[in-house]
């Protein structure tokens, strides 16, 4: 199951939680309330039906019993890179792992391949067209205290940090592609890596349709009237 639409992390904004999009959505009349439930659910469509850039995003390859650790420079992480920093490495684990049932399948724990210190890091390259915008999506979750990380495309640095410990947040960005290929990494940013057990699945890199990029400014439409009613 797709994890529920709860976050847009607007490029140059605040976070739009689920709780601040409900409140400004509850002051709305129904069309405009209509219109912003679509956007959420397209954005999920989207997801499902749009070539996805990043190989094995899922983290389904290696089909591995129980969990696995990968160290950096380790390449058992099929098309990924265990990269040197922060020098945790990452754990490769079912979804019997997740706390309270978060997932289902696979994902990556973003430390823990080596040690419990200073978190992990992965990356890949992708092939891009140049000046060409791309929807970039991750689930994330915690398995323990409130996380946070950081996902790099193109050299932009997106941070990012959730609380959600039983349900993944599905958060998304757009970035232009400056050249034929991209490299796109995520981190964890944690102070106490140990403590936070930052977790991510469902990496998406896509191309989306001119509406989707309509509605993802819709997000940020709500955001301005979320700041006027305050």
């Known amino acids: 199951n797709h994890p529920q639409c709860v976050r847009i992390e607007q490029r140059h904004g605040d976070t739009v939680t689920k709780n601040q999009t409900n409140e400004v959505m ?36 290696p089909d591995i019993a129980d969990w696995a650790g990968y160290a950096p420079g380790d390449t058992g992480l099929t098309s990924w890179t265990i990269d040197a920093t922060p020098g945790d490495g990452v754990q490769l684990l079912e979804g019997a792992w997740a706390t309270g049932g978060a997932v289902s399948s696979q994902f990556v724990m973003m430390m823990g391949g080596v040690t419990y210190a200073d978190g992990g890091s992965i990356s890949q390259t992708i092939a891009t067209t140049p000046s060409t915008a791309y929807l970039i999506s991750v689930d994330v979750f915690t398995r323990n205290q409130p996380a946070s990380g950081v ?18 947040e599905t958060l998304s960005w757009v970035e232009v592609a400056t050249g034929s290929s991209t ?48």
């Open 26 to 61: 509850k002051s709305m009349n129904k069309p405009v309330r209509t219109i912003a439930a679509v956007a959420c659910a397209s954005m999920m469509v989207l997801s499902a039906t749009a070539q996805n850039l990043v190989l094995n995003g899922g983290f389904e390859d």
């Open 151 to 168: 996902l790099t495309f193109d050299g932009t640095e997106l941070a990012f940090s959730t609380s959600s410990y039983t349900s993944p």
């Open 183 to 230: 490299v796109i990494s995520i981190r964890s940013d944690a102070l106490v890596s140990g403590q936070e057990l930052l977790s991510i699945d469902n990496v998406s890199v896509v191309i989306p349709e001119p509406s989707t990029l309509a509605l993802l400014g819709l997000g940020s439409a709500l955001l301005l009237t979320r700041r006027r009613l305050r």
